[in-house]
């Protein structure tokens, strides 16, 4: 793609001392939803009252202290709702509605008409001031732009009577502050809080919101705007630098993250980052990564799964599968190794306190803190590996196999997946563990056992032998069968020699039970050697003890003359 002069790069604000690269972060920010209006007029049915009224609760519900409920200026849905939260009492104490207008009179006074009878209001007034707007939407110079943003102010304050008992706090933004010339952004700014005069107060400080309209720069190139702009703008003290990311190019958290570093100490944006084009800042997420880091966010999103739920309900918008935190699939891994080691890390964890140090490798949060569940960690499709598949085993299916079996599960189950081209359920899991190894009854099967304890006379040292007795069928032809060993299993080995079943020694075994009280199961695993040196894994289930070891040496022969040809 050539861009042939189409587009330019960037142009970074003046050579500075910046500080905000050695910062970190060490609380959260204020918080400002504008979902109801930000993230509202982006939806493709835009929601009516009732719908707002249920969505200002669960802001409310989540500790947001700053709500930007509308533009009652701009419709009649708009005032309607407005007044309904007023009138029907609907606002915390503790909570400031937030409402935008444009710097032109007649609609300051619709919206002071609405906001009539409310305690605590942030007035929002904006303005465009990038060159592009300047040229083409309002075709005005630059002192014309700054005293249509003056102008505002005075309208305001000449208002303010029309709302005696509401306590207004002045919020300006300079729209497209992202693509403003800098220095411009600041003189408009220093003409508003002049405008605004007395009225600013350390107590009641001029929010200046500086929004990326629209996101043009690096990450460090908008923070760099944002600490040029703390660095030289009056009345620091009477001021709340607040910051507006929206997602044009992928990296409004990033932005967002850099400009808290940069000074900004109060975030606008919407749940799960709905809003215009590719949507504001993604609020839940900044919120969380503090969390992640140590830092009371102040919201509380502790039930995600019901957050998205309810976003979903009144928005209409579905959730991405990948968004962080919230998607359906971000506690889910597929490869092999990254199972593998989940399956470890969250082993370790059964041990531990719960507020221990969370370092459980691939997951940067505890799904537990946010009302997730550990059910959908590990899923198994042909990326898979063994930790995966022994994971799912282990874990609704209290089948805990030896380490050196790992492998030989993963392997299977492995191709499974690969056969069928799509991810297996877990029940499928067990399913291929269970038909391969637990259900097996050829060529080798037992028809009937019993067994007979042989004790040496009292008083003699003699070890005491067993001496089983049995009738299985060796591919299809049946033979009684008796032979004694030092135990169930080894009497039962020694009598198989009577059958052409081929040779074999165990090498090793493990046996654990499943379930508890009068359920309680055995399950044993074998690994045997056959005369030709291969090795088979066997695993047998059983409420006695000694029959589940015999019934896994059954599964070791079935499993080892399933895949190569017999030796009779």
């Known amino acids: 793609m050539n861009v042939n002069g189409k587009y330019k790069a960037f142009v970074p604000v003046p050579e500075f001392k910046r500080t905000w690269p050695g910062k970190v972060l060490t609380k959260a920010p204020l918080w400002c939803s504008v979902d109801l209006r930000d993230g509202n007029q982006a939806l493709i049915n835009p929601m009516g009252v009732a719908q707002k009224l249920e969505f200002f609760d669960l802001l409310v519900k989540l500790g947001f202290k700053e709500i930007e409920v509308g533009f009652p200026s701009s419709s009649e849905t708009e005032y309607l709702f407005m007044r309904r939260l007023i009138d029907e009492n609907r606002v915390p104490d503790d909570v400031k509605l937030q409402v935008l207008c444009q710097a032109r009179s007649h609609l300051i006074k619709r919206t002071f008409e609405a906001l009539k009878g409310c305690k605590n209001v942030i007035f929002h007034l904006y303005n465009s001031t990038s ?100 660095q030289h703008i009056s009345n620091r003290e009477k001021l709340i630098i607040s910051l507006h990311n929206h997602n044009d190019r992928g990296e409004s958290v990033a932005q967002c993250e850099m400009g808290l570093l940069a000074g900004g100490e109060r975030v606008e944006g919407c749940l799960f980052g709905n809003g215009e084009r590719t949507g504001n800042l993604d609020i839940v997420n900044v919120a969380l990564n503090l969390y992640t880091q140590g830092i009371d966010p102040g919201l509380d999103f502790s039930d995600i799964p019901y957050v998205a739920e309810k976003f979903t309900h009144l928005t209409g918008m579905e959730i991405y599968a990948r968004t962080p935190y919230a998607g359906n699939l971000v506690f889910t891994a597929f490869s092999g190794s990254h199972q593998d080691a989940i399956r470890k890390g969250m082993a370790a964890r059964v041990n531990m306190d719960d507020n221990a140090l969370w370092d459980v490798p691939y997951l940067t949060i505890d799904p537990h803190d946010i009302g997730r569940q550990y059910e959908g960690i590990i899923r198994i499709n042909s990326q898979s590996g063994k930790g995966g598949a022994v994971y799912i085993l282990e874990k609704y299916f209290d089948v805990t196999a030896p380490k050196a079996m790992h492998p030989f599960i993963g392997k299977l189950v492995k191709q499974h997946a690969e056969l069928l081209g799509r991810e297996l359920e877990n029940s499928e899991v067990y399913e291929i563990f269970a038909e391969t190894w637990l259900n097996t009854k050829y060529p080798l099967t037992v028809k009937e056992i019993s067994e007979k304890h042989i004790e040496g006379e009292r008083g003699e040292n003699d070890e005491e032998h067993v001496a089983a007795l049995a009738t299985v069928e060796w591919q299809n032809k049946s033979y009684a069968i008796a032979a004694a060993g030092n135990g169930p299993l080894d009497a039962f080995v020694n009598a198989l020699k009577q059958t052409p079943a081929p040779r074999f020694n165990i090498v090793s075994f493990h046996e654990h039970s ?49 895949r190569q040809p017999l030796n009779s």
Not at 166 to 187: G, H, N, R
Not at 523 to 552: F, P
């Open 131 to 230: 060159p592009a707007q300047r040229k083409y939407t309002f075709n005005k110079s630059k002192d014309e732009i700054k005293q249509i943003a003056v102008d505002g102010v005075k309208c305001i304050k000449n208002c303010m009577h029309l709302a005696p008992e509401t306590k207004i706090q002045l919020e300006y933004s300079p729209e497209s502050f992202s693509t403003t010339e800098i220095d411009y952004a600041l003189e408009i700014c220093e003409a508003v809080v002049n405008e605004w005069g007395d009225l600013a107060t350390k107590d009641n400080k001029v929010i200046l919101n500086l929004p990326t309209t629209v996101e043009c720069a690096l990450p460090n190139q908008f923070a760099d705007q944002i600490e040029y702009f703390c």
């Open 514 to 562: 499943v379930g508890s009280g009068s359920d309680t199961k055995a399950l044993a695993y074998v690994l045997i050697t056959l005369e030709n040196g291969d090795e088979a894994w066997g695993v047998g289930k059983s409420s006695n003890v000694g029959r589940a070891g015999i019934a896994a040496v059954v599964s070791a022969l079935n499993y080892s003359c399933s």
